[in-house]
């Protein structure tokens, strides 16, 4: 027996029969993928594993971040930032945005859905999508849909390395994730563990708050200057981008962090052998733009320390047999897709969880499959991912639609004509 829904089939047996696509993820990919089917009239349904849109932003992000892009490369197509936006906007104010995006595009994700699986049934030519309830197995529902839109992001999950001795370790061990500011760490010796942006600006924060971090930096880094003579690197890198080759880019943008920042490696900090445009690309590893660490690192405030050999109940040694008395480690090991655990397909995504396709052309798979916000380029490539995948859909929906009209008038008329 089927109940009808908004834009949806129940059936008293747990599934439902999406009417349009489902999305995975109520993160800004999610939210944009969404706000682009409202415009053109296309129902949807969006499966949000949290209790909230956004909530790599709202629950595991710090207090004091801010974007560290300039803010024309973080807004979400179709609606830009409140005019008084700064040019770094606080977390606060990008979530503020996102859900007046959510309400402006009437879009209501179904929270605490977590996707379990989703397989593409070749008998029906539909996906059908199991999700489960806050972690409760024995409420399960099962999605069966046309098109599936895979936004469940780059850093899904926390990735959280294995060290020798952390068991015995007596302190606090935490993932950045879970760090909201240093207010807890006054006069304590944190051990940092990573050195991208995450563990740079949590440094950082540290030092506000009077602990003593030291950072590990356990192979290589790219530190360049969130600006160069006022005007954002990263623009800068984007404008060259059009004229030159990614190697000159990045020679040019080495040439300035150098000028700007000074020699960095005396510090411990290490350069890649490959340039940050080329690195970001091939390995998506993403630059730091520095915030004014590097400046505390210069001044001894915040230590650099190399690779952990393992950890004792009160320190930690190092590959160099140097031992530090640590009270703390926070984590800042980086993040991952969680795409391989729930979605049973191997042509289209890699084993880990990223289109095998780079940008811009990892957007669309086969049999209605869709990926948004997997482009390594940030909110921007979320944003170009989003706006086509929309229009792609978009564009089948009507041509079903109407095709369904048509048949559904021929019915009409020849019934009509049978009456006569
Ligand atoms: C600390 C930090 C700062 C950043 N700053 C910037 C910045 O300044 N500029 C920039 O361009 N980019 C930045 N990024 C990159 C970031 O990835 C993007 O800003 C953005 O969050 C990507 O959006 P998304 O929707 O693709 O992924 P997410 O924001 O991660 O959203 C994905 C959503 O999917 C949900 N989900 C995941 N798995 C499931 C599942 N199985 N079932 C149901 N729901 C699921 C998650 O709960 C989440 O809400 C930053 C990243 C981090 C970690
Ligand atoms: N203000 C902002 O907008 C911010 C943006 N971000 C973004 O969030 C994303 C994630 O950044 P982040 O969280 O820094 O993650 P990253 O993946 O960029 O960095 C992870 C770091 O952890 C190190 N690491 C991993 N395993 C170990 C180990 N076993 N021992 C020692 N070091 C280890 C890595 O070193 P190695 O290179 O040797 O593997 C690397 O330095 C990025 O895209 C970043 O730009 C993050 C913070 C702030
Ligand atoms: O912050 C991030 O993770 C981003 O993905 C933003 C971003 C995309 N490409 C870059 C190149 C240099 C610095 C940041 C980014």
């Given at each position: 027996m089927a109940q009808s829904l908004d834009h949806e089939e129940f059936f008293s047996d747990g599934c439902v029969l999406v009417n349009g696509p489902l999305i995975v993820g109520a993160g800004p990919s999610g939210l944009a993928v969404g706000a682009g089917l409202k415009q053109q009239g296309v129902p949807f349904v969006i499966l949000e594993r949290a209790n909230c849109i956004a909530s790599l932003w709202q629950n595991r992000t710090y207090d004091r971040l801010k974007l560290h892009l300039p803010k024309k490369f973080c807004e979400l197509p179709y609606m830009p930032f409140p005019e008084n936006f700064p040019e770094y906007p606080t977390k606060h104010q990008f979530i503020d945005y996102l859900e007046s995006y959510a309400k402006h595009f009437e879009i209501s994700p179904r929270f605490n859905e977590c996707v379990q699986s989703a397989k593409y049934d070749e008998t029906c030519g539909l996906w059908r999508v199991k999700t489960v309830t806050n972690g409760d197995s024995s409420s399960t529902i099962e999605y069966i849909c046309r098109w599936l839109v895979v936004?469940?992001?780059?850093?899904a999950e926390k990735v959280v390395p294995e060290f020798e001795g952390l068991q015995e370790f007596g302190g606090n061990v935490m993932h950045?994730?879970?760090?909201?500011?240093g207010e807890a760490y006054r006069r304590k010796n944190v051990l940092v563990v990573g050195c991208g942006n995450s563990g740079m600006e949590v440094s950082l924060d540290l030092f506000h708050h009077n602990a003593f971090p030291s950072m590990v930096v356990r192979s290589s880094v790219h530190v360049l200057p969130r600006e160069i003579l006022g005007k954002s690197t990263f623009e800068l890198a984007v404008s060259m981008m059009k004229w030159l080759p990614v190697w000159v880019v990045d020679k040019i943008l080495l040439v300035a962090a150098r000028l700007i920042l000074g020699y960095i490696e005396k510090y411990g900090l290490k350069r890649p052998r490959i340039g940050p445009l080329q690195l970001k690309d091939t390995e998506g590893k993403t630059p730091v733009l520095d915030i004014g660490t590097l400046q505390k690192i210069r001044s001894g405030e915040i230590k650099i320390v190399p690779g952990i050999k393992k950890f004792s109940h009160a320190s930690v040694e190092l590959i160099n047999g140097q031992i530090l008395e640590i009270d703390s480690v926070i984590l800042a090991t980086g993040y991952c897709s969680n795409v391989p655990s729930w979605l049973k397909e191997n042509e289209f995504f890699s084993r880990d969880g990223i289109p095998k396709s780079a940008f811009p052309n990892g957007w669309k798979g086969k049999a209605g499959l869709y990926a948004v916000g997997f482009t390594r380029r940030g909110l921007s490539g979320a944003s170009l991912d989003a706006i086509k995948v929309a229009q792609d859909i978009g564009k089948m929906w009507k041509k079903e639609t109407k095709q369904k009209n048509q048949s559904v008038s021929v019915l009409c008329h020849r019934k009509i004509q049978a009456t006569f």
């Amino acid at each position: 027996m089927a109940q009808s829904l908004d834009h949806e089939e129940f059936f008293s047996d747990g599934c439902v029969l999406v009417n349009g696509p489902l999305i995975v993820g109520a993160g800004p990919s999610g939210l944009a993928v969404g706000a682009g089917l409202k415009q053109q009239g296309v129902p949807f349904v969006i499966l949000e594993r949290a209790n909230c849109i956004a909530s790599l932003w709202q629950n595991r992000t710090y207090d004091r971040l801010k974007l560290h892009l300039p803010k024309k490369f973080c807004e979400l197509p179709y609606m830009p930032f409140p005019e008084n936006f700064p040019e770094y906007p606080t977390k606060h104010q990008f979530i503020d945005y996102l859900e007046s995006y959510a309400k402006h595009f009437e879009i209501s994700p179904r929270f605490n859905e977590c996707v379990q699986s989703a397989k593409y049934d070749e008998t029906c030519g539909l996906w059908r999508v199991k999700t489960v309830t806050n972690g409760d197995s024995s409420s399960t529902i099962e999605y069966i849909c046309r098109w599936l839109v895979v936004a469940a992001g780059e850093n899904a999950e926390k990735v959280v390395p294995e060290f020798e001795g952390l068991q015995e370790f007596g302190g606090n061990v935490m993932h950045v994730c879970d760090y909201k500011s240093g207010e807890a760490y006054r006069r304590k010796n944190v051990l940092v563990v990573g050195c991208g942006n995450s563990g740079m600006e949590v440094s950082l924060d540290l030092f506000h708050h009077n602990a003593f971090p030291s950072m590990v930096v356990r192979s290589s880094v790219h530190v360049l200057p969130r600006e160069i003579l006022g005007k954002s690197t990263f623009e800068l890198a984007v404008s060259m981008m059009k004229w030159l080759p990614v190697w000159v880019v990045d020679k040019i943008l080495l040439v300035a962090a150098r000028l700007i920042l000074g020699y960095i490696e005396k510090y411990g900090l290490k350069r890649p052998r490959i340039g940050p445009l080329q690195l970001k690309d091939t390995e998506g590893k993403t630059p730091v733009l520095d915030i004014g660490t590097l400046q505390k690192i210069r001044s001894g405030e915040i230590k650099i320390v190399p690779g952990i050999k393992k950890f004792s109940h009160a320190s930690v040694e190092l590959i160099n047999g140097q031992i530090l008395e640590i009270d703390s480690v926070i984590l800042a090991t980086g993040y991952c897709s969680n795409v391989p655990s729930w979605l049973k397909e191997n042509e289209f995504f890699s084993r880990d969880g990223i289109p095998k396709s780079a940008f811009p052309n990892g957007w669309k798979g086969k049999a209605g499959l869709y990926a948004v916000g997997f482009t390594r380029r940030g909110l921007s490539g979320a944003s170009l991912d989003a706006i086509k995948v929309a229009q792609d859909i978009g564009k089948m929906w009507k041509k079903e639609t109407k095709q369904k009209n048509q048949s559904v008038s021929v019915l009409c008329h020849r019934k009509i004509q049978a009456t006569f």
